[in-house]
């Protein structure tokens, strides 16, 4: 009934036939000479190379059938699936060098060492670990996923009280919204509403009262057009003259994409009447003129600039058109409160420098392509190659700029191992837009790494923290000394050298205030402190007052500094607040770097104070500050809430500022748009208003 088998062979059995061998040797074979077949052969003994005389053994050939292959396949179809059902977010081939002990801890939960990717699941969304998911919390993925925006050029002339990148209308409103990383404004505020949620109720009550067009505050008035009030530039052609001269004079200096002598001489002699050269003209008047505190004349221009910057631009690609585009999403839709289609549209600028090969330097000079130099206004000269090279670098800077509190990926806006054009350099020693230029590309090189790293689905770790801060700190230690030294001022340089500081300490904040969030939201899941924990929060507080006390130092009084210091020392102000609003998660806080918070916060308010001359009306810095420290330091006392106010000279009842210097989450402020275009109100006389260029 029972079958048996024995796989042993029988102790009679002859033994298994040796592999064949070659009948002749590897040497004979070579020589192509009979061998033998003895160890050593006739031949090779004959010729003394009995070293080389060995015999190959021939391998026995498989043909693989195609049912052995899809066998194979199968099984190996069948293991994945198997691995996958047992690391479902973890990478397979990550797994290779991995231990006994640590896939067995994958197996229980825990998650691998130094384990980043994300696998995709059936229903398209990726399986996300724990850091993962701890960064969604935090930014605007925590909402239902629906985002969107609505930026159309009709909305302008409705009243908004925010937009996504200052978050205004988190207190007030729930709409969809564009994505914004951990580094956003918004992140912020989301952290002081959770840790302070009847600071929510509070700043949504005054917002709500100090923005009703009804109130007997809102008093909407007219600036003083000091070019005229012709919508008609061809009326009156000194208009023209004087929007180029500002545009020149203020906004040039920070992105000198332009060779001004050519752009003059074309201008002069109306040789040029392309798309891209009106489309790039209508834009530099556009800015010209708000530059010069004109604010009808901008929209003309927009209009005709519009009419050239169509769509079919893009399909014939040149210098001006990359310029054109670059100032519009740079600069002018910022103005117009549509951070998100400035956003696209320099993404799109971005795209045609790369068509254009602006990102490659030249392998010829430019003598060599037949470009002839012209002479620009200081002097130097630029060619066609360099202002190539200068369009790039402006460009990147405007991109970094606009996005250094979107918390969104860089997109590639840099990189070593196919972008190889050379950094701008002075023309002349005297070239002081060209020594700009260079410092502010260097910046912006470190601060693309810190935003893609911030961008990962991962946490900063402080190491990384401390190694940025490092390399930002030899940054601006380099720097010469007409773009760090007060004594050594520059006129020219004074406001690039006070924007350059500003946003040196911007940078040092952005991935400190990232590791205070990720603490804060720590400390409220109840997890442990750690030594380094209080580290990190003094670090947070002391780059912060030092942000502070310099803005409190070196402010100068003028509408133009203060408009763009007021955006720096607003996010400056934002971490003490949000130290004090955590206060009571951090056990063992040291109390002297506690009292070093609120010693900044009363400086920060106090700076505004003194600014508050210098800042438009409209701009109601002291009072949203204000309300932001009175909402985060309400105390219970007998169930009812008493606030630490904090003194404001003069008028209290607005809260346009936060709208006004976050709507772009940038240094390149240009918000002019929760009025109405025509509802602008009276900000001293008519020649100060002249002298305050709108620059980033």
């Not at 195609?66 to 190996?76: A, G, K, N, Q, W």
């Not at 996504?164 to 007030?172: F, Q, V």
């Not at 007021?566 to 040291?590: C, T």
């Not at 909402?631 to 606030?643: E, I, K, P, R, Y």
């Amino acid at each position: 009934m029972f079958h048996r088998f024995d796989s042993r062979l029988p102790k009679d059995a002859p033994p298994p036939a040796p592999a064949r061998l070659n009948k002749s040797c590897s040497e004979c074979s070579r020589r192509r000479v009979k061998c033998d077949g003895k160890q050593p052969c006739g031949s090779c003994t004959y010729y003394k190379v009995t070293n080389n005389c060995n015999y190959r053994v021939r391998t026995k050939r498989h043909a693989v059938s195609r049912s052995t292959l899809e066998e194979v396949t199968e099984r190996l179809k069948l293991r994945e699936a198997i691995l996958d059902r047992l690391f479902p977010d973890l990478d397979l081939d990550s797994l290779t060098d991995t231990s006994r002990e640590d896939l067995l801890a994958a197996l229980s939960g825990a998650a691998l060492p130094n384990q980043r990717h994300d696998t995709p699941t059936d229903d398209g969304t990726a399986s996300v670990s724990g850091s993962r998911a701890d960064l969604d919390e935090i930014t605007e993925a925590a909402d239902d996923g629906d985002h969107g925006f609505d930026e159309a050029t009709g909305q302008m002339a409705t009243l908004r009280l925010g937009n996504d990148n200052n978050a205004l209308d988190l207190a007030i409103v729930q709409r969809p919204r564009s994505y914004m990383g951990v580094t956003s404004i918004s992140a912020i505020l989301r952290a002081i509403f959770r840790l302070c949620p009847w600071a929510k109720q509070y700043v949504s009550e005054r917002v709500r009262s100090l923005y009703d067009p009804t109130g007997a505050d809102f008093r909407p008035q007219m600036i003083p057009v000091p070019l005229g009030s012709s919508p008609n530039p061809s009326e009156d052609l000194n208009q023209q003259q004087v929007c180029l001269h500002f545009y020149f004079l203020h906004v040039h200096p920070v992105t000198p994409m332009l060779d001004e002598a050519d752009f003059r001489h074309c201008y002069q002699t109306g040789m040029r009447q392309d798309p891209a050269w009106l489309g790039l003209l209508n834009m530099v008047l556009t800015l010209g003129s708000i530059a010069a505190g004109n604010d009808v004349l901008h929209d003309h221009f927009y209009d005709l600039a519009k009419a050239s910057l169509d769509l079919e631009i893009l399909g014939a690609g040149n210098l001006e058109c990359v310029q054109a585009l670059s100032l519009l999403g740079g600069y002018y839709l910022h103005y117009r409160n549509s951070p998100n289609t400035a956003y696209a549209l320099l993404g799109a600028a971005h795209r045609l420098a790369i068509g254009l090969g602006l990102h490659r330097e030249p392998r010829k000079s430019a003598q060599a392509q037949g470009l002839s130099p012209s002479a620009t206004s200081s002097g130097t000269t630029t060619s066609r190659v360099d202002s190539g090279r200068r369009t790039w670098w402006s460009l990147l800077c405007l991109d970094t700029w606009a996005t250094m509190t979107l918390g969104r990926p860089v997109r590639g806006r840099w990189d070593d191992e196919t972008m190889d054009v050379k950094l701008p350099e002075p023309a002349t020693p005297d070239d002081y837009d060209g020594m700009s230029l260079r410092a502010s590309s260097e910046f912006c090189l470190i601060a693309n790494r810190v935003q893609h790293r911030l961008a990962q689905n991962t946490r900063i770790t402080r190491e990384e923290a401390t190694a940025f801060d490092q390399e930002v700190q030899k940054w601006h230690s380099e720097l010469p000394l007409a773009l760090t030294s007060f004594e050594e001022a520059i006129p020219r340089l004074s406001l690039a050298r006070e924007y350059m500081r500003n946003r040196y300490y911007n940078l040092r904040l952005v991935p400190l205030r990232s590791l205070l969030l990720y603490l804060v939201q720590d400390q409220s899941a109840g997890k442990p402190m750690r030594p380094c924990d209080h580290d990190l929060i003094k670090e947070c507080r002391a780059v912060s007052a030092e942000a502070i006390n310099s803005i409190a130092l070196y402010w100068t009084r003028s509408l133009v500094h203060c408009w763009n210091t007021s955006w720096y020392l607003f996010q400056a102000g934002l971490v003490p607040l949000l130290s004090i609003a955590a206060e009571n998660l951090v056990p063992g806080d040291d109390p002297e770097s506690s009292a070093l918070g609120r010693s900044s916060l009363a400086t920060a308010v106090s700076t505004f104070v003194e600014m508050r001359q210098w800042i438009r009306p409209i701009d109601k810095t002291p009072e949203i500050i204000t309300a932001l420290a009175e909402a985060v330091t309400t105390q219970l006392d007998g169930g009812h809430q008493q606030v630490a106010t904090y003194p404001i000279e003069g008028d209290s009842g607005y809260f346009r500022w936060y709208d006004e210097q976050l709507s772009i989450g940038n240094e390149l402020d240009w918000s002019y748009s929760l009025l109405d275009s025509d509802q602008y109100l009276q900000t001293g006389d008519a020649t100060d208003r002249v002298k305050a260029p709108l620059i980033p």
